[in-house]
């Protein structure tokens, strides 16, 4: 059974840093593609990036320059570094993957991070 715990999440100043963890468990193929979503209270999730089996990356614009996402396969996972952070990037963070046997997206519970004075 696929299982994603997510940490490393919390309060930080604007401008401060933080690294998200997704650990996993349960998966015995190659993943095609992991994500990391936010999703702000009171609205749905978004986008913030992504990393291909191939090592390739996206990331939204919003979080393009200050944001890194990087797996370690040998414990099985997957970071989301986050530098100069702003208010607006208050959110919880769940990170995922499209099961390609299930046909369904895989997600964690979530992390929170705010970012406040």
């Known amino acids: 059974q696929v299982q994603l715990v997510e940490s490393g999440g919390g309060w930080v100043q604007p401008g401060g840093s933080l690294r998200l963890s997704c650990a996993s468990s349960g998966i015995d193929f190659t993943v095609p593609a992991w994500y990391w979503y936010r999703q702000p209270t009171g609205s749905q999730g978004d986008w913030v990036a992504q990393l291909y089996a191939s090592g390739g990356t996206l990331y939204a614009d919003s979080v393009e320059g200050r944001f890194t996402i990087s797996r370690d396969n040998v414990n099985n996972m997957v970071y989301l570094e986050m530098n100069n952070l702003t208010p607006e990037d208050t959110a919880l963070y769940y990170c995922?993957?499209?099961?390609?046997?299930?046909?369904?997206?895989?997600r964690g519970q979530g992390t929170q991070v705010t970012v406040s004075t």
């Open positions: 995922g993957f499209d099961n390609p046997h299930t046909r369904s997206f895989e």
